[in-house]
Structures are given as C-alpha cells and as structure tokens.
C-alpha cells in the first residue's frame, strides 16, 4: 500500500496539485512512520511557501536531531522567515571544514569502486560491495547537506552584517560540494573577494570531485562547470580566461543564445565602455519573449516583455539606459516595474536612475534609498544613493554613504576609487591617494606598495599584465599631478590608455585621460608630443558616435576639469552627477587647450589663434565669451597683430619677459607703439582684417578635419 500511495503522491506533485500531493504525502507517513517521507512532506510543504506546518511536521518526534536533511529544512524554513537567529541556533556557528579534504577523498574512492570490474566476484562479495556502494551515496548526501548548511550560515551572518564570516561559510560550502551554486553566487554577486581573489578561489575548488552516474563523462562534466562558474568572476580578473570559457560555451555546447551567456557580454561589453552595444544585448535578452501579434492582449504582453528575467539583468540594463541617454525608455520601463513588480528593489533602482538621469537628484535619492532599504547588499542601490549626494557637492554625506558601500562589497574597488574622488575632491591628497591605491589594489591585485620606486615607474616597468580598472589609474594620476609629480603621473596616464586599449574598449570614452596626459606633457615642457595628444583627443572625440566623455554611472567620470588650462581645480563628480561635460564642452576644451600649446611652441600663433577661435565658436561664442578660450583668444590676437606688424619679436619672448610684454600691450592699444609708428585706427583696421582671415583659415581647417574624420 505504501508504495502505490508513494506513486499517486509523486503523480500530484508532478501535475502541481499540491494539495493532493500533502493529502496523500500525510497518509504515506501516517503508515511508514519514515524520516525520509516525514522530509518529503515537508518538503512540499515549503514549496508552496507553507513554512509554518514544515517546521510543525519537522518539530514532531524530533526529526532536527535525528536527521540532518531535516535540520538543513528546518533551518531554511526559520530563514524564509526571516527568523535568522533561530535558524543559526539550529545549524550551529561552526562549519565542517574537516570535510573539505575528506569530501574529496570519499568521492574519488565511490568513483573508483564505481568504475571497477566485478566479474566473476562471488555473490557475498558484490552484497558487500553493493552495501558500501550505498554507504558511499549516503554520504555524498550528507555532505550535500552540510554544504547546503554552510549556505545558510552564511546568509544568517550576513544579516547580522558579520561580512567576514559570511564570506568564509559561502566559501566553505562551495568547498565542501563545489555544486552547491547558491554559495558561489552570493559571493559573486555581493563582490565579496576581490577580482585576484575570485580567479585564486576558483582555481583551488575541486571540480574532479563531482560525481555523475556516467564515468565517463566525469571530466567533461567537471570541465563544463569550471567554464560555468568563469563566466561569474570578476570581468577585470582574467579577460583572456573569461574570453576563452564564453567562447567555448557558446561554440561547443550551443549556449551562445542563453541569457546567463548574453549577460557575460553585455558585463564585459560594459567594463569597456561599448554601451550601445552591450544595451543592444540586454534589451534582446528583455524581448526574448515570443509574442504573437494577433492577439488582442499583444499590446499587453509586449509591455510586460520587461517583466519575468533574472533580477542580475535590471541593474546592468538600467546604467545602459542611463549612460546612453535613454530617458524616454528608462521612464516606461520604470512605469512598467512599478505597476507589476512593486516589491522588486530594482524597481525603485529603475525609478532613481531615471530621476538621476533628469536631474532630479532629491527624488533619485529617496529611490535609492528604498531600494537599498529592500535589498541591504544591493550594490547599485548603495552606488546610486551616494551619487546623488556627490552631485550635489555634499561631499561629507556621499563619503559616509560611499564607506558603508566599501563594508557591504569589501571585493569591489569601486566604493574605494569614489572615495577617493571625494577626497581628490576635497583636496585630501593623502587620503585620496590611499583609497585610490585600495582601488588598484583590489582590481588588479599586483601592486607593491611598499617599494622604495614611485608608482608611475613601478607600473611601467612592471614585466607583468597590469590588469585592473584604467579608470583607477587615470584617478591615481590625477592626484600625482596635482602634487606635481608630472613624471609619474604622466606615466600613469599612459599606462591607463594602454590597459584600455588591452580590455579592447571604446576609446572615445577615454578623451579625458589622454587630455590629461597631454596636460602633463605640456606642464613638462614637451610641447610636441602634448600637441600630438590633443590633436588625438580631437580625432577620437570628433570621430566617435557616442558621448567622448561618458562613463559607467557605478565608476565615475575623469577628472578632466581637475586639470584645466588655468590649474584651478574643480569638484570631482561621478558621470552620474550633473557635470555638465557634455561632448561640446570637452571639443571645446580640447581646442582651447590646443591654442595654449600652440601659444607656447612660440612660432605658431597663427595656428594658436585658429584654435582659440574655434574653442569659442564651439562654447559658446558671444553669448558667453567662451570663458578662458575667451581670454587667451583676445591675447593671442594681440600677439598675431603685433608679429604681422613687426611690433614685437614675440618669438623671442619667454616668460620672464612678462613685464616688457604688457607694457608693450599697453602701448599697442593705446596707439603709441614707437616702433611701428602706425595710428590707432590703422591697428584698429589690421585687427579687424585679422579677425576676418582668421574666420576664413578657420572655416577651411575645421571642413579638412571633418572630411578625414568622416
């Protein structure tokens, strides 16, 4: 009887008539009086969320104690609860890390004897075998369970906020069943090990020990969960690794279509600054459901083709959205989410980031906020509430929110490189310098802090890849040359390029830093190579399609304005705050940053004086002056009239020269220059046919650069 009512039990739970399934599932019990069927009622009972009467059936001649799959359900059910501490009472605070060797050993010894020949084997022996068998499978179960109890340790200490402990549970259990995924992804996903971390964990796990019923297929499936678990990492650990694992899935095993897949890429395509491309990849993952036209609910449906995908997909799907501009449809999709999923965290995200987007940076906040308030260990919803406080320059309240995201995502470099920022921001050079080193540190793993050489050289000179976030080391850069150390920092600068171009990524989103190269090549004196730099700049930044100066919104713009011509430092924003940088700006600065160069090579005012004149046509012209480009224009003017007049050998001016050059201004505009002799009406009349050739060369230069960039 007890087996026929095992059958029809299974039968409904099959159809999902769960109802039935307990009906009958009670019955089996109430005859058998077995701990497994006591466990497979329970069971059903949590699948259909009924916690209560799981831990009640659990509960009943003591089945916690007695049986250690009844623990682990138990436990999880105090979880689902949200009843942490009763849980951790129940699993106990210390982990089997004994059974991460022996684990390993039991199963390599169940696979051997599974693989060996028995033939002509008395029958007492194969009795005997086939009990040790069991007893070999038994214990593989047990220790699934302990790893499954390592898991929920680990959830229970993260709730308590003891990260660290957390940390070292998930790892165990991945240890202990390097199957048990549920552990690996939270340490992924919650960026608990840095990136050096990850690619060390990874390859210390055992993957030969997984067991299949088919030998034979050991290695290959051991093989295909290593490529599995590379495509979690970090995307800054390994590109060549990460590369190699998504191509050999999408290829090999015809997984190129998945979505886990599609979002490897679009997370690396992001890391490289290719937004449009990595957008087109989410939003074909967000359509992959098939609608049929004809319906008449087919307007229904296709709003709702958002709604039903993995929640790893809305955060990146979203900084797409924000960084490519997207407003209109980050505005639907938030309306979409608000109205069917109002209990997701990252439907609130959705909300801030449009509002962030808008500049609405007070309504962003309070969305952030409620997202985090969801979701603690969400690492966009903490990223996206510190960025409205730094868009706001209420630096002290973005430091503070900035601290609490570096404890929460101890692994990611991100919260360390925005503090650094604030810091860079505030002036706090030591303070900046140290947590951008953390951020290097965490991204790339290969640092020597303590050497006696300064950084730049070290990098340089390293035989190693450097690999890392080049956004770290545009950063570190910056705050070298602010301490006028132009040497190192330079080197960084370039270094930062050369790493960009390595992860192959879009290098219009790196205009700033090869700018600030160049700044730090003309602050040195090598006028040259920084005219070929901006002159690169302008080619990259006028050839792009996309928005030279945009950046992830969860890593920050360049601090470009920090090294601006006049050396007046700004406040450093992340991309996600109101920066005003927007492609016309930074042309404009480009050109203006030309001219001053071009003014100091001496002999080429000409050029210099087209340059600036661009640069106040692209800021703005007369409405606003073009600001400095203004400025240095109404000098350079003077300079050009004075060397077609013969006034002054400007050529042979150098900046001690200073005082003899004003005062010679001063009598050029007065008229009374004695060496040229001309009246004021006459240089009034030279000056106005300047401007009017200056227009003409300027015209004729910009058409040539725009026919070889188109």
């Known amino acids: 009887m007890d087996k026929y009512l095992r059958t029809w039990r299974q039968d409904a739970l099959n159809k999902g008539q769960h109802d039935a399934a307990i009906y009958i599932g009670d019955k089996v019990l109430a005859l058998t009086n077995n701990d497994s069927d006591a466990f497979w009622l ?30 682990y359900l138990a436990a999880h059910c105090y979880i689902k609860q949200g009843k942490y501490e ?6 106990g605070e210390q982990n089997p890390t004994h059974l991460t060797t022996t684990s390993h050993n039991a199963r390599r010894k169940l696979a051997h004897v599974n693989g060996r020949a028995h033939r002509g084997k008395l029958l007492r022996e194969r009795i005997e075998l086939s009990e040790e068998r069991e007893r070999d499978r038994e214990s593989e179960k047990e220790l699934k369970f302990q790893a499954g109890m390592c898991y929920l340790r680990g959830l229970c200490f993260a709730k308590r906020n003891a990260l660290d402990r957390a940390r070292e549970c998930y790892k165990d259990a991945v240890r202990i069943d390097v199957q048990c995924f549920e552990a690996f992804d939270q340490l992924m996903k919650n960026s608990m090990m840095s990136p050096a971390e990850e690619l060390a964990f990874l390859e210390e796990l055992d993957f030969d020990s997984i067991r299949i019923e088919d030998s034979s297929m050991g290695q290959e499936a051991a093989h295909f969960t290593k490529l599995l678990y590379t495509t979690r990492l970090s995307k800054y650990s ?12 999408s290829t090999h095993y015809n997984l190129a279509s998945n979505p ?14 290719r937004f449009h491309d990595a957008l087109a990849i989410t939003t074909s993952i967000l359509n992959s459901q098939e609608h049929s036209n004809t319906s008449p609910e087919a307007s229904s449906s296709n709003s709702n083709a958002s709604l039903g995908h993995s929640p790893r997909l809305y955060p990146l ?3 797409l959205l924000y960084e490519t501009g997207s407003h209109n449809t980050l505005f639907h999709l938030s309306h979409t989410l608000s109205t069917h999923a109002p209990h997701e965290s990252y439907t609130y995200l959705a909300i801030g980031t449009y509002y962030l987007s808008t500049l609405r940076i007070s309504e962003a906040r309070r969305f952030f906020s409620k997202a985090s308030l969801m979701e603690p260990h969400s690492a966009p919803a903490w990223i996206g509430f510190a960025h409205t406080f730094a868009a706001e320059g209420e630096h002290d309240q973005a430091i503070a929110a900035y601290s609490t995201a570096a404890r929460l995502f101890q692994g990611s470099h991100l919260p360390q490189l925005f503090l650094g920022m604030q810091h860079l921001a505030l002036n706090n050079m030591q303070l900046a310098w140290e947590y951008c080193i953390a951020a290097f540190e965490k991204s790339s793993g290969v640092i020597n802090a303590d050497s006696d050489q300064d950084l730049g050289t070290r990098i340089s000179n390293s035989s190693a890849q450097i690999g890392g976030d080049p956004l770290v080391l545009n950063e570190l850069g910056v705050i070298l040359y ?35 190269l160049a700044h730090a090549l003309r602050r040195l004196g090598k006028f040259e190579q920084s005219l070929a730099e901006f002159d690169e700049c302008l080619r990259t930044a006028t050839g792009g399609a996309a928005t030279a100066a945009t950046y992830e919104p969860s890593r920050g713009m360049s601090a470009f304005a920090n090294l601006s011509i006049t050396g007046s430092g700004t406040s450093l924003l992340p991309s996600g705050a109101a920066s005003g940088y927007d492609e016309r700006n930074l042309i404009g600065s480009i050109h203006t940053s030309r001219g001053l160069v071009l003014l100091s090579l001496g002999n080429r005012t000409k050029e210099a004086v087209m340059a600036l004149h661009e640069a106040v046509r692209v800021l703005g012209g007369d409405a606003g002056g073009g600001g400095v480009a ?5 000098r350079a003017m003077e300079f050009w009239a004075l060397e077609e007049g013969h006034d002054l050998d400007v050529e042979a001016m150098t900046d001690q020269d200073m005082p003899s050059r004003k005062a010679a201004r001063k009598s050029w505009a007065k008229g009374t220059s004695t060496r040229s002799g001309k ?12 401007e009017r050739g200056m227009d003409e060369a300027a015209d004729e230069i910009l058409g040539a650069a725009l026919r070889s960039v188109g």
């Open 679 to 690: 009246t004021a009406s006459e240089r009034i009349s030279n000056e106005e046919k300047v």
């Open 260 to 273: 886990d897949l599609l979002m490897t890429r679009a997370e690396t395509l992001y890391t490289q600054c």
């Open 630 to 634: 203004g400025t240095l224009l109404t």
């Open 482 to 516: 602010h301490q006028a150390n132009l040497p190192a920092a330079a080197k960084l600068f370039h270094k930062a390029l050369e790493l960009a171009s390595e992860l192959g990524c879009n290098m219009s989103a790196w205009v700033a830093t090869r700018a600030n």
């Open 317 to 319: 799907h979203l900084a």
């Open 42 to 71: 329970a069971q059903v009972h949590f699948g259909n969320n009924n916690f209560t009467r799981a831990l009640a059936l659990l509960s009943r001649k003591d089945l916690t104690s007695r049986s250690l799959s009844c623990r």
């Open 238 to 249: 390994s590109p060549t690794t990460l590369a190699d694992a998504t191509e050999t899935l």
């Open 86 to 91: 009763q849980g951790l009472e129940l699993l």
